[in-house]
């Protein structure tokens, strides 16, 4: 699967973004998708995951509330819907894609986009 991500851009805080990675590959159903962001300096975190259905969605602590994942199969689209962004957001983003459900680390994702850089000003 090759993934790539698109959307990311320079917002004030409490503005929104919207995040979207296009997927190539007639199997895109077969994996749970991820979005993942690492800031400078820092380890990279996961943000919010989509099971292989769209069914369910698990979200970090810290974005709970204010982002969303949402995937199309049909089109191989995942998306990341953000509002209420805050400069601890900012982050370059990554689109994952993984085998197994029920697997949460960076690890778990075999397949990754090139990453989008969101930067949220205060």
């Known amino acids: 699967v090759q993934l790539q991500a698109s959307?990311?851009?320079?917002?004030q805080a409490g503005g929104s973004l919207r995040l979207s990675?296009?997927?190539?590959?007639?199997?895109f159903s077969t994996y749970a998708?991820?979005?993942?962001?690492?800031?400078?300096?820092?380890?990279?975190e996961s943000v919010a995951s989509v099971s292989m259905s769209g069914r369910v969605a698990k979200y970090a602590d810290s974005?709970?509330?204010r982002f969303t994942i949402s995937r199309d199969n049909a089109k191989e689209m995942?998306?990341?819907q953000m509002v209420s962004l805050k400069p601890e957001d900012?982050?370059?983003?990554?689109?994952?894609?993984?085998?197994?459900?029920?697997?949460?680390?960076?690890?778990?994702?075999w397949f990754?986009?090139?990453?989008?850089?969101?930067?949220?000003?205060?």
Do not use: D, I, N
């Not at 959307?7 to 917002?11: D, E, I, K």
């Open 7 to 11: 959307g990311g851009g320079l917002v």
């Open 21 to 27: 990675c296009a997927a190539s590959g007639r199997t």
């Open 33 to 44: 998708m991820a979005w993942f962001r690492q800031a400078p300096g820092k380890e990279r």
């Open 63 to 65: 974005v709970k509330g």
């Open 78 to 80: 995942v998306h990341l």
């Open 90 to 109: 900012t982050a370059v983003y990554y689109c994952a894609a993984g085998p197994t459900e029920e697997c949460s680390g960076s690890g778990c994702y």
């Open 112 to 122: 990754w986009g090139q990453g989008t850089q969101v930067t949220v000003s205060s």
